[in-house]
């Protein structure tokens, strides 16, 4: 790699225009879901009695019965087959942050001749060899088999490529001893918590209807596009995902031009056969848009429940970075590519459904459906206050780290925003006056009156809030773009779950001797003004807030290695244990894998960081300096003055020894780290507290020297071509 390839690269870019997608189709309704094995093929395919089963099956997760998985595989294997596919493979979520498959083929040998065949036990049930993956200290390796098991709640899907078809059957991965050992089985578990919880809440509160509550989940997905050819000239953005290097540029995000600018015409090309593709798997993308940072974008789907949207979001992202490469880019899902500019997110609209149609966060129109409402509202404030450091744990890890709290996402505290209206309207109940703080005759009470409208639009939606209620639903925004959203959410759904549960508990208790709906304002009440700290509706990224926060006791967790030391909290192992999320031993597997996740990208970083100075940026500052000084050895022997060239090449010598130092430093601490012994946390705090340090001041003098070294010699391309040229 060389100064010359650069060149090349930018040279390569200018002839680039946008490539047109092959078979293309302008008919969405036709082209949704098309690699979905969904209800149309279904009921097509299967016995009337058949397909009921299954769609009763996917729809509250209950178990198959073999003889239905015979049925359903070959009806599944014949579509497959049809849409050309030769191979099937079970698609799973371990705890590496992606996704997991192994292919095996449909093909079996017959008397000599290869007929398609896939068996009920196949699709039910697959056995990689689990040993490769992490498990915390779950499994030991001489009991190395994990099982996949099909998750029926997510629809199977086929995914096309150049030359084949795959049908992919997602699916949740235990070990043998049933510890779950992927992110999916949690998540189920707690979407079951939720569901018990909310539907034994709602036949207190009077609903009689309701059968089935489960939640529900938007992803808006950040991410950045960068020329492939510039790409593969930055060996830390292969290895590490971000820029470990790199000046800041003259312009940057300062203009405030990109935001919903119009989008570069080979970008909306791309985005446009990632929808198509994200349509056939039926993903319900909707929303395209340029975001803050330049060659920064956006993609949001409408909502689905839950356990459909996280694999959708996992989809999501294996599909930009797939076709991100036919359109000559690389996507990047990393939370902070670049330094100094602003880095990505996911936010996760999260809100709870009912098998009759109603949005739970819905404020209502009734007293009766204000009432849930309110009660809502309570239980997730106590839910957040509760458990904000659990949530904090699920956004931990050493990406996210350059974010939170960085003037560009929610700070570290987690805090709820409810809007200015329905903070009066908890106000109001705490104080038992009307809206407003006049003490009225007729005070404002649950389940008479009825809510004013409450705003739906953006005015007043406040970006700095990490938890915020907007509308009809609540919006986690400290979620990093590279996450798979399943943690979160199985979090986000238990705490709910048990604020819900002992809601119910309250009401049953009191309810008796003062009947419903004093019942309920009391318990609401009560928790309001117990939790009322959680809210806050001012700027989360101001100076004042941290010291406010501080003065409310709301944990402040900085960094993802402090964080992550939480998760298995004496009440938080209770909580998993109660509602059946996590065994403590599945937690503490959970803890150790974040930890040494953040080891090993620190790790990671640290070995490029080191390589990337050492061979191409030590060099060419070297190179640049002997050219300087020979230049100013014959300028002096030609009799010139050149006493303000030798103070800059001095000035140069000395950064230069000053990278050397630099360089030292980090190999010493990296050593000391990597021989360091201890638990994963200590471990992890080595990294963080030794290694982060050390590269930071590695890069600061690296930066220095790319804005002196003569241009035409610096090896890697800059910030200035890779935001800007596309
Ligand atoms: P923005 O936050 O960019 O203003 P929108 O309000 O349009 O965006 O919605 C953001 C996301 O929230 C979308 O993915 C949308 O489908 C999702 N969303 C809307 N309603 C719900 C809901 N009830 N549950 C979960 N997600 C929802
Ligand atoms: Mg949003």
Not at 207 to 227: A, R, S
Not at 303 to 320: G, K, P, W, Y
Request: with cysteine.
């Amino acid at each position: 790699m060389s100064a010359a390839a650069r060149a090349a690269a930018i040279q390569l870019i200018a002839t680039k225009s946008p490539i047109a997608t092959e078979n293309r189709s302008s008919n969405v309704p036709q082209m949704f879901g098309a690699n979905v094995f969904g209800a149309d093929q279904m009921r097509a395919r299967l016995s009337e009695s058949a397909f009921r089963a299954l769609r009763s099956c996917m729809e509250h997760g209950q178990e198959l019965d073999p003889g239905l998985a015979d049925q359903v595989a070959t009806a599944m294997k014949e579509w497959a087959v049809e849409r050309g596919a030769t191979h099937f493979t079970h698609w799973f979520q371990p705890m590496t942050g992606s996704t997991a498959e192994k292919h095996d083929s449909f093909a079996s040998l017959e008397g000599g001749k290869v007929i398609m065949e896939f068996s009920g036990r196949a699709l039910v049930k697959g056995e990689p060899d689990a040993s490769s993956f992490p498990s915390g200290g779950l499994r030991a390796t001489f009991e190395a088999r994990g099982y996949t098991a099909w998750d029926p709640t997510s629809p199977a899907f086929i995914r096309e490529t150049r030359n084949g078809a795959t049908l992919c059957v997602p699916t949740a991965f235990c070990s043998w001893t049933g510890e779950a050992l992927d992110e999916k089985t949690p998540l189920l578990r707690s979407s079951e918590a939720l569901h018990r919880a909310a539907v034994r809440l709602l036949r207190l509160l009077g609903d009689t209807k309701v059968t089935f509550v489960y939640p529900t989940l938007g992803c808006e997905q950040e991410y950045f596009l960068i020329d492939r050819s510039l790409y593969l000239l930055r060996p830390d953005l292969i290895a590490t995902g971000r820029t470990l290097f790199g000046a800041k540029p003259p312009k940057g995000q300062e203009l405030e031009d990109h935001y919903f600018g119009s989008i570069q015409p080979r970008v909306l090309a791309y985005m446009q056969e990632v929808e198509l593709e994200l349509w056939k798997l039926g993903v319900p993308v909707k929303t395209r848009h340029n975001e803050v940072a330049p060659s920064q974008y956006e993609l949001a789907p409408i909502f689905e429940r839950t356990t459909v949207a996280v694999d959708h979001n996992m989809i999501c992202m294996e599909v930009l970075k797939h076709v991100a490469l036919r359109h000559g880019f690389q996507c990047l899902l990393h939370e902070k590519p670049y330094q100094g500019i602003n880095g990505s997110g996911k936010h996760n609209n999260w809100s709870l459904s009912t098998d009759t149609g109603e949005n739970l966060l819905e404020p209502g129109k009734s007293p009766e459906e204000n009432m849930r409402f309110m009660v809502m509202i309570a239980a997730i404030m106590r839910a957040v206050d509760l458990h904000a450091d659990l949530l904090r744990v699920t956004i931990a890890h050493a990406g996210n780290d350059h974010r939170l709290g960085a003037n560009e996402a929610p700070p570290a505290i987690l805090s709820i925003y409810l809007g200015e209206q329905l903070t009066e309207i908890v106000d109001a109940l705490i104080a038992g006056t009307a809206r407003g703080g006049e003490r009225k005759k007729d005070t404002m009470r649950l389940g008479v009156s009825v809510l004013p409208q409450l705003p739906r639009d953006a005015t007043d939606r406040n970006r700095t809030s990490p938890f915020a209620f907007t509308g009809n639903k609540f919006e986690f925004r400290a979620v990093g773009s590279s996450q798979a959203t399943a943690k979160p959410n199985t979090v986000l759904n238990t705490i709910v779950a048990e604020s819900l549960a002992h809601i119910a508990d309250e009401i049953e208790r009191l309810q008796g001797a003062k009947g419903l709906e004093a019942a309920v304002n009391e318990v609401v009440v009560e928790l309001f003004k117990k939790h009322k700290r959680i809210l806050f509706n001012g700027n989360g990224y101001s100076a004042e807030w941290h010291l406010e926060a501080e003065k409310r006791g709301l944990p402040n967790l900085r960094n993802a290695v402090d964080a992550i030391g939480t998760f298995c909290a004496p009440k938080s192992i209770a909580l998993f244990e109660k509602f059946g999320v996590l065994s403590a031993k599945e937690a503490e597997s959970r803890m150790n894998i974040m930890f040494e996740a953040y080891s090993k990208a620190i790790a990671i970083e640290g070995q490029s960081a080191l390589s990337l100075a050492r061979t191409m940026i030590l060099p060419a500052a070297q190179k640049w300096q002997l050219t300087v000084a020979q230049s100013l050895l014959l300028a002096k022997q030609a009799g010139m003055d050149v006493k303000i060239q030798e103070r800059r090449l001095r000035d140069m010598a000395a950064r230069i020894e000053g990278l050397v130092v630099a360089i030292d430093e980090l190999t010493g601490v990296f050593e000391h780290a990597e021989q360091h012994a201890g638990s994963p946390h200590e471990h992890a705090r080595v990294y963080r507290d030794r290694v982060v340090p050390a590269m930071a001041k590695l890069r600061e003098v690296a930066d220095v020297l790319e804005t002196m070294v003569d241009d035409a010699e610096w090896p890697l391309p800059k910030y200035r071509e890779i935001l800007f040229m596309q």
